[in-house]
């Protein structure tokens, strides 16, 4: 430039073609300081712009309960399939027909087996009863034998008192003969000494010695009668204690019996017991031959295809959906970013499908957003080191669309603090984590 303007410094530019003067500029000023200083005051303006901080995250469309979500429908039992009510696309309601399937275990191919069983449980009741008869007939057999015992110990125990009469009456008679023989003794001998002095004859001597002989047999007599009427007390003591031992082994005879019939009817009461839970299982499993929707809902998928595929007990046949769902978000935050959440925190939402042009940093300015409200936060992480969360539509902003459906993908803004576009520049460079904080009009603590 310096060499041209030495070469034309004495010429009149003016003089030169035009082409000449357009190329080189020589005739007018730069303008690129001016520009310079323009772009860094907008920077420095944009640097003090408020920019609101965020935790992005990706998630997708479920539900707030766990029974509004996609679930299976399994069969309880080990079975055929026999026939489908439904296919895929069906709307159900609650308690309709899914599928119908066949017996295939031995053990329950009888057709008649709930009313065999139910005549099992019929003869057992029947034979129970039987028992329970016996044991209140040795009832009656120990109340009749007690009884008979009571008449019997009346009757010994009066013959007793009559003995007991009857020997007091023996010994009497028995000191009166010992009376009688003492002095008929006495007599006799007075008598043989006059019999020897000669002043009575023979013959009164005689008659002495008999009264004497008499006494003495009447004595005689006597000591025996009063032996035998204790002799008879004593028979009727053994008889008494005869009759209560008689009594003992009769009654624990029929004890015995009665208890043994009462356990013949404890067992067989829990037979019958048994035999009724296995009819009630009986009647049960011919009910769960049907499987049955568990609530109202879309048939997503039928995971048995065809007839005649046999199913395993716990074995899933199809996939529902409900039709009536409390819709939410979930989201994973990494653990850097979970110290910051809170339920109550604000969220922006963008769903696939539906157009969005989106400034996470100016939220109000978004479109085709949507808010939700951060509803719940696991306390541990996922296989991925990440803590769940869930968001639920903000009550006080638009409604989400009636068109999401469970699955659908999300970006997720959820939004922190507002602090000037310089400093979240700066921030990000240095991989600082967001600032947060909670409105002190809300009476919380503020937080870092």
Known sequence: ????????EDQDLNKKPKSFRDIYFINKQSKVKYWTYGLLGLIVMAAFLPWTQNIKSRGKVTTLRQEQRQQGVYSAITGKVVQWYIKEGDMIKKGDTIARLQEVKVEYLDPSLIERTRQQIIAKEQANQSYQEKANTATVQTSAITESLRL???QLQNKIAQTKAKIQADSMDMLAARNDFAIAS???KRQKQMY???LVSLTQYEQRNQAYQNALAKRTSNEIKF???????INLSIDLNAANQDYLEKVSKIRGERFQSLSQVASGQADIEKLKNQYDSYKLR???????????????????AGLGEIVKEGE???QIVPDHTELAIEIFVKPLDITLLQ???KVNVIFDGIPAIVFSGWPRQSYGTFRGVVTAISNTVDATGNFRVLVKPDPTERPWPNTLRLGTATDTFILLKDVPLGYEIWRNINGFPPEYYVDDSAGKTAKK
């Open 286 to 304: 011919n009910e769960l031959y049907y499987v049955i929707a568990p609530q109202s809902g879309q048939v997503t998928r039928a995971i048995k």
């Open 227 to 233: 032996l035998n009427s204790k002799q008879d007390l």
């Open 152 to 154: 019997k110990i009346a």
């Open 186 to 188: 006495e007599q006799l």
């Open 343 to 345: 339920t109550g925190s």
């Open 316 to 318: 899933e046949l199809a």
């Open 196 to 198: 020897d002095q000669g």
């Open 1 to 8: 430039m310096k060499y041209l303007e030495t070469i034309f």
